[in-house]
């Protein structure tokens, strides 16, 4: 039974999990440790009894089903392939207690009866203990002799042994097998057999799966909701950005086939393979390559962070016409880039002397607000500061008197995140009119709105003090529909002089934007699992439908399931952008 706060859902676990552990407890998961297979080191765990083996479906015998799943309780072995049938459900249905089945090439948990993933903190340790053991194992079995030795010459401590080698990509050919299997279980989603998935109805245009190219469901959450961000979308698909061109030129240009990559250009080609009206699933693996060359330093195949992968696409894009503008001399405005054209907004920072009220103000570009829903430890706890990469980065906490049982809203962080609030005694300001320092009120708001407002939710805490660092799971409620004009400058300003004459240096003209303050949510990024073994989804809002996007797959949900989703990243575009890009496009 779900509960109700403010007449919405809140998450809730799986029943049926909650009804497995109340019975058995963690002890059946700890048991799973002796069949999770790591092949290779380091890549992606499975479950195997044995490592040759090649587990079939115990009813119809199958082992190239989409899913198999083997059963907790039993240990038995079903497939699970929608909209076709399901025999793992099957089999969930006819014994009671054994709902709760493990991916056996994924080693995730998965509930028979509900259909979907579940999550377990037991089940997660045990996997990620599981994939531990391997990689020390195989560390100590390959390193022999002249190895040993130079470790020992050299001093290396024995948990050196332990850090895994990265693996070189390999880039996957189907064999004649391998297409025959692709070709018989592939189902486009305009597919009449996958009517249960998706609307009778004429489909969104440009709704695909993108494929996991190996932990990086974090690039495909933001991926997805960057498809069918409206202004972002129309730009690609109306040829602004031709790649065909942009390399002849910067080949020309550059004299060189070194040169940087262009990420415009690979989501150029993106947006062309996305809308070309295929179904199946997409493959962004030279999106991924040319990120890497421009973030170096996150180039792996570890789990990465969907928020600083947003920060990190954004800012090579902004670099390279950045690069070109400079090398045909064009003047730089601000909005130089599509991607800050979409996503770039000001901020306004006052910092107001309590002695004599000089204020100092100061202006930020941001393409994000991080928000955090940290509750105070004592003071105000509030702090914001420009973030790198021309980010926001704003600590707003949501436990407020209309807060309850740890829940937060989104208009709440915005309120708090716009509130005055008084510097502590080790932050006085140096007013420039006492010529001392002194202590002072700090405010914040928005003078320019974007035409696209990314909210990014600081889930992932970091103490230098305990050294150690945890994920936040507190609920936050979001509105489909939000409206901005409370946070604007103009009307903090307002708020703060009341109708006395001021004079607002011209920042009232500016930040009204009361035509334009309406936003309406089209994308929700969320995260579920723990800090470093979790996995992203993403819900999209198109013809006021929801669908989940999870890597490859795409479902049709209710929007109850998004209000009561864990979110992560919340993207707002202006109203009157959304009701456009909503309309249905006219037959041809």
């Known amino acids: 039974m779900s509960s109700k706060i403010n007449g919405q859902a809140s998450p809730q676990p799986c029943p049926h999990l909650l009804d497995f552990r109340s019975r058995n407890g963690a002890k059946p998961f700890r048991a799973l440790q002796d069949c999770i297979r790591v092949k290779p080191p380091g890549g992606r765990a499975a479950i195997r009894r044995e490592p040759s083996e090649v587990p079939r479906c115990g009813t119809c015998q199958e082992s190239s089903r989409p899913r198999l799943y083997a059963c907790v309780s039993c240990a038995a072995v079903f497939c699970h392939a929608p909209p076709h049938h399901s025999h793992a459900s099957a089999h969930a249905l006819s014994i009671p207690g054994h709902e709760i089945a493990v991916d056996v090439d994924r080693a995730e948990l998965f509930c028979c009866a509900c259909r979907d993933q579940v999550y377990d903190r037991d089940f997660d340790a045990a996997v990620v203990l599981a994939q531990t053991i391997t990689a020390t194992a195989t560390a100590t079995t390959s390193t022999s002799g002249s190895t040993a030795l130079q470790c020992n010459v050299a001093g290396s401590q024995p948990e050196n042994l332990r850090k895994r080698r990265r693996v070189d990509y390999r880039p ?95 989501m150029d080609a993106m947006f ?62 601000g909005d130089c880039c599509i991607a800050h054209r979409v996503f770039s907004g000001i901020l306004r920072s006052d910092v107001m002397c309590m002695a004599c009220g000089f204020t100092s103000t100061t202006y930020d570009p941001c393409v994000d607000i991080s928000l955090d829903l940290e509750p105070n430890q004592g003071g105000s706890g509030k702090s914001s500061s420009a973030k790198s990469h021309n980010a926001c980065n704003v600590e707003a906490d949501c436990m407020g008197s209309n807060q309850t049982c740890g829940i937060s809203t989104l208009k709440g962080c915005l309120e708090r995140f716009t509130t005055a609030e008084k510097l502590g005694s080790d932050q006085k300001f140096f007013c420039q009119k006492c010529q001392v320092r002194q202590e002072s009120l700090k405010q914040m708001s928005i003078r320019k709105l974007p035409l696209v407002s990314c909210f990014h939710i600081k889930r992932f805490e970091h103490s230098s003090i305990r050294k150690m660092s945890r994920k936040v799971d507190r609920y936050l409620q979001f509105p489909f529909s939000l409206d901005m004009a409370p946070y604007l400058s103009s009307s903090i300003l307002r708020s703060r002089f009341g109708n006395r004459i001021f004079p607002f240096d011209g920042d009232e003209q500016d930040a009204s934007n009361e035509l334009s303050s309406e936003f309406e949510l089209f994308a929700v990024v969320t995260h579920s699992g723990r800090l470093d073994a979790g996995h992203y989804v993403t819900y999209l809002r198109l013809s006021n439908q929801w669908y989940k996007c999870d890597d490859d797959r795409v479902f049709r949900v209710n929007e109850n399931i998004v209000r009561a989703a864990q979110g992560y990243m919340m993207f707002y575009v202006q109203k009157m952008l959304y009701y456009k890009a909503s309309e249905k496009q006219a037959a041809s």
């Open 172 to 266: 996957w050919t189907p064999d004649s097998r391998e297409h025959v299997i692709i070709g018989k279980h592939s189902i486009p989603l305009n597919d009449a057999t996958n009517a249960s998935l998706v609307s009778q109805s004429e489909l969104p245009w440009g709704l695909r799966g993108l494929n996991n190219l190996g932990n990086t469901c974090f690039m495909n959450s933001v991926l997805q909701a960057l498809l069918h961000t409206p202004p972002l979308r129309n730009y690609f698909l109306s040829d602004r950005h031709n790649r065909y061109y942009c390399q002849q030129k910067n080949g020309a240009v550059n004299g060189t086939k070194n040169s940087r990559l262009c990420l415009a250009c690979d």
């Open 272 to 333: 062309s393979a996305v809308f070309s009206g295929d179904r199946t699933p997409y493959s962004p693996a030279k999106f991924l390559y040319s990120w890497w060359q421009h973030a170096a330093n996150l180039a792996s195949y570890e789990q990465q962070d969907a928020h600083e992968f947003f920060i990190s696409m954004l800012d090579g894009i902004h670099e390279k016409v950045e690069k070109d503008k400079r090398k045909s001399q064009c003047p730089g405005n």
